[in-house]
């Protein structure tokens, strides 16, 4: 596999999405009902073949589930119940869970079941012949009512060396049974690709080639990618994973990774053929239901996958991008970014605000930036995070840069009493033009009262300011051998409520050994920054601004 040799003929591989079921069961993850069906539309919309959505016994949330996803008119996707293999002791019609997997009314129905004897022996505690007669009568009896059904067997790959010829009778009870597909799991995420090969090499020797192979891969060894396109190549004809890999302990393959992969480097076919420049989409559309921060060096979609930081790779990317990325970004609906910091050179200054701002034709002024960059950085600063405040440098040494108010004191008042939750309240005053503004406001915290007091100091002359939305709060540590006397930095993302252009958001930064003042300054830099780019996008007709009275 070089990566550079798609395959002449498009063989179609089968993408199967278990985020909804596989991909709750990590850490800090958790869907609603809402969520879960906003994501199975997003998911059809791309063409994603089969959508597992829960363990219909589990808990009622799948069960509603699965009610609202039988009212749904899906294009593409087939939604698949999960359960496991039918108890011992009683028959497939008597056992609770055949009996919701099949009352769950999905055309497909996944059972999982065990195929590594230590779990046999030690987790089931049946005997040998008993687990491969649940596998065939659980599949069985889902075949009766009407239900294709896939087989995942669970540490196939422990399984199959620990003991490889009971593993293979496990992939053949569910065959008879009728299982349309055996999904082949790496359930402990251990296993390397030589040996994701050699298996399925075996696998395919003993249940003839004919029969449709999938693989499940986890990410503990992180080689789930690597093992799911091993398999690929291998034989197996559907992959089963998660968007951004979210998952139990390491996470399950990587969806987006695993279709750009297939897609763009070895020339497979699966999802819609325009899905892969919507990859970047659906990662950053479940990482916001799933209420998780984006991974940014994630491969393709993350936010840092087309950044470019060196002075030497942004000269060379601004004369042929493909000779620092491996794909066009807009293949994947990603963007490049050029990053700005004290390793910069005059190359990513003119490539990051070029378009926006002349300065190609003064070199004192370029250089002049990238000194004052490099002496704040030195304080803590970090732009690539924070472009706005970025901006508002290159203003200010262009000379483009007007005060909208200034400020004469803010205070914020903390209340803490015993078994009382604190109280938070904040005063800010500033002059805008030749008014006085003095306000106060309560908050949850000191961020939160400085943002509602400003705004009610600012609304009355910036309407405009009711569009921006704090999006995300991150501080970090600067000097942390300080303890808690250090420096810390803030980085704040803001959204700008825009119908024509839903994903407008930008990134302030503030520095203090105040935690406070280094917030106040990355939210003043976000006021003034949206005022002026509302500016630059609509200018007044006429009427100029209110002018801020000189320093009090």
């Excluded at 959505?53 to 698949?80: I, M, R, T």
């Excluded at 891969?217 to 890999?245: K, R």
């Excluded at 540590?477 to 980085?491: C, H, L, M, P, Y």
């Excluded at 200018?539 to 002018?547: D, F, H, L, Y």
Aim: glycine content about 8%; charged content about 25%.
């Amino acid at each position: 596999m070089n990566g550079q040799n798609p395959a002449t003929e498009a063989q179609r591989i089968e993408i199967y999405d278990t985020t909804l079921r596989d991909g709750t069961q990590g850490e800090g993850v958790s869907l609603s009902l809402v969520d879960k069906i906003k994501i199975t539309r997003r998911l059809d919309a791309m063409g994603v073949d089969y959508i597992e959505g829960g363990y219909p016994l589990s808990n009622p949330k799948d069960v509603a589930y699965f009610k609202e996803a039988a009212a749904l008119e899906l294009k593409h996707a087939k939604v698949c119940a999960f359960g496991m293999t039918r108890r011992r002791g009683i028959t497939a019609a008597e056992d609770p869970g055949m009996q919701a997997l099949v009352e769950a009314g999905t055309p497909v129905v996944t059972i999982v079941g065990k195929t590594w004897d230590l779990h046999v022996d030690e987790v089931l505690r049946v005997s040998h012949e008993d687990n491969l007669a649940m596998i065939r009568d659980s599949v069985a009896y889902c075949r009766e009512q009407g239900r294709e059904v896939f087989y995942d067997a669970e540490h196939f790959f422990d399984g199959l060396a620990a003991n490889p010829d009971y593993a293979l009778a496990t992939l053949q009870a569910a065959l008879d049974g009728g299982a349309t597909r055996l999904v082949l799991c790496d359930t402990n995420g251990g296993s390397l690709p030589a040996w994701i090969t050699e298996a399925i090499g075996r696998v395919r020797k003993a249940v003839g080639a004919e029969v449709r192979l999938g693989i499940h891969t986890h990410n503990d060894g992180g080689l789930a990618v690597a093992n799911a396109l091993a398999a690929v190549e291998a034989g197996c004809v559907q992959v089963q994973g998660t968007i951004n890999g979210i998952g139990e302990r390491c996470g399950n393959v990587d969806l987006t990774t695993v279709v750009a992969n297939l897609k763009l480097k070895m020339g497979y076919d699966c999802l819609l053929a325009e899905a892969t420049t919507r990859l970047t989409e659906i990662s950053r559309f479940v990482y916001e239901l799933a209420n998780l921060n984006l991974y940014p060096g994630q491969p393709f979609v993350g936010p840092a996958a087309f950044a470019h930081k060196g002075g030497m790779h942004v000269h060379a990317v601004n004369r042929l991008a493909s000779s620092y990325e491996h794909v066009p970004p807009e293949s994947v609906g990603n963007t490049r970014r050029v990053l700005v910091s004290e390793l910069s050179g005059v190359s990513n200054l003119q490539a990051l605000l070029g378009d926006k701002y002349d300065i190609a034709g003064d070199p004192e002024l370029q250089r002049k930036l990238l000194n004052r960059i490099a002496e704040l950085e030195d304080r803590g600063y970090q732009f690539e995070a924070a472009v706005a405040s970025l901006e508002l440098l290159v203003r200010s040494a262009l000379k483009q840069r007007r005060q909208y108010w200034s400020l004469d004191h803010y205070r914020c008042v903390i209340l803490k009493q015993d078994a009382i939750e604190p109280q938070t309240e904040a005063i800010v005053k500033l002059r805008i033009g030749d008014r006085w503004e003095h306000q106060v406001a309560d908050g949850d915290g000191p961020v939160n009262a400085l943002d509602s007091a400003m705004r009610k100091c600012l609304h009355p002359h910036y309407p405009d300011l009711a569009s921006l939305h704090l999006r995300d709060y991150r501080v970090r540590v600067v000097n942390s051998r300080a303890e808690s006397a250090a420096k810390v930095r803030v980085i704040i993302d803001f959204a700008v409520a825009d119908p024509d252009n839903p994903d407008r958001y930008f990134s302030t930064v503030g520095v203090s050994e105040n935690i406070v003042e280094a917030s106040w300054q990355a939210l003043i830099d976000a006021f003034e920054y949206h005022l002026l780019e509302a500016e630059i996008a609509a200018p007044t007709t006429g009427e100029a601004a209110p002018q801020p009275a000189q320093q009090a």
